[in-house]
């Protein structure tokens, strides 16, 4: 896996071409994000995810979870 010094160099690297291709790529996974966000939103407000709220408190009650590593119980 590449690092985040090595994907900068190369994208110095680049024609100025490739680059705005990287960048017009670069909104596009933006504008794909935020359509992503905007539906998880309108799902919590419209209720079709309580059910995983809903089945988190019944195993936590029913001592069916752990912490996760690196969190304390609150």
């Known amino acids: 896996m590449l690092t985040v010094e090595e994907i900068q160099q190369a994208i110095v690297s ?3 071409e490739d680059r ?3 960048h017009d790529w670069m909104i596009e ?3 794909a994000w935020d359509d992503w966000d905007r ?5 919590i407000e419209a209720g079709r995810l309580d059910f995983l709220a809903e089945e988190a408190e019944r ?3 029913l001592g ?3 912490n996760l590593p690196g969190f304390e119980s609150s």
């Open 20 to 22: 705005g291709r990287l």
């Open 64 to 66: 069916r979870l752990r």
């Open 14 to 16: 680049l024609s100025s």
């Open 29 to 31: 996974c933006e504008d």
């Open 39 to 43: 539906q998880i939103v309108a799902d």
């Open 59 to 61: 195993d936590r009650r």
